[in-house]
């Protein structure tokens, strides 16, 4: 129980183009998700969290024109990176919290990460 | 420095104890995590302990939590070559939604 999946697993886009990431919860209902960024030997970043149906609450220093967070169902959120360029390469890592309480201590449920390479 | 900090690689035996070590710098975290994430997949949650607590075990793992000198450690006892990962420290409170805090994680390499 508690999957998260990932849609692609990799990218790899032309500078300039957008692309959109999906993160799925499969047997849970989330309000509340996670975007995570993670660079080489770098530990995940959070970007920004997805509540369904309102907008995302971004961090510090994330473009929240650049990444725009879609969360319009309790199961699914979407991350489109716009414009998409060389610098936007990393690893990009959605989670989830079970609305009904399901987990540790406000546990997250990680997806299994999205390579995005752009050219 | 970092709000969670931790070595970047270990390397052991297999059959040894494995010992990653964290240290953290905000005084009211409430929850310490260990997550274990294997290549090219998502974050998996070991085990936490509360910041009352000074030990949790469970099976192979031992978390030992100082929080005089904020140094948190997991040990896995009979370390496998299925325990080669990454490893994670992160640290969360109230005052943050207990949204974790990640350290730059420890990758274990476990040799035979």
């Known amino acids: 129980g508690a999957v998260v999946s990932q849609h692609p697993s990799r990218v790899i886009c032309k500078s300039g183009t957008s692309v959109k990431i999906e993160c799925r919860s499969l047997d849970f209902q989330a309000t509340t998700m996670f975007w995570y960024r993670q660079f080489p030997k770098q530990s995940l970043m959070l970007m920004a969290t997805s509540n369904e149906g309102s907008k995302a609450t971004y961090e510090q220093g994330v473009e929240k024109d650049k990444f725009l967070i879609n969360h319009a169902s309790l199961t699914l959120s979407t991350l489109t990176v716009t414009s998409a360029h060389p610098e936007d390469s990393s690893f990009y890592i959605c989670?989830?919290?079970?609305?009904?309480?399901?987990?540790?201590?406000?546990?997250?449920?990680f997806g299994p990460g999205t390579r995005l390479t752009v050219l | 420095g970092e709000d969670v900090e931790q070595s970047l690689f270990l390397s052991v035996r297999e059959g040894d104890s494995s010992v990653i070590n964290c240290t953290y710098t905000d005084s009211s975290s409430t929850y310490l995590y260990w997550y274990k994430q294997e290549p090219g997949a998502g974050l998996q949650l070991l085990t936490y302990?509360?910041?009352?607590?000074d030990m949790k075990q469970d099976q192979r793992l031992t978390v030992l939590l100082n929080k005089k000198d904020k140094h948190l450690s997991l040990r896995i006892a009979d370390t496998q070559t299925g325990d080669s990962a990454i490893y994670f420290c992160?640290?969360?409170?109230?005052?943050?939604?207990?949204?974790?805090?990640f350290g730059r994680g420890t990758s274990l390499i476990v040799h035979p």
């Open positions: 989670s989830a919290r079970d609305s009904s309480g399901r987990g540790s201590q406000n546990e997250q449920f």
């Open positions: 992160a640290e969360s409170r109230s005052g943050g939604s207990y949204i974790p805090t």
């Open positions: 302990i509360f910041s009352n607590m």
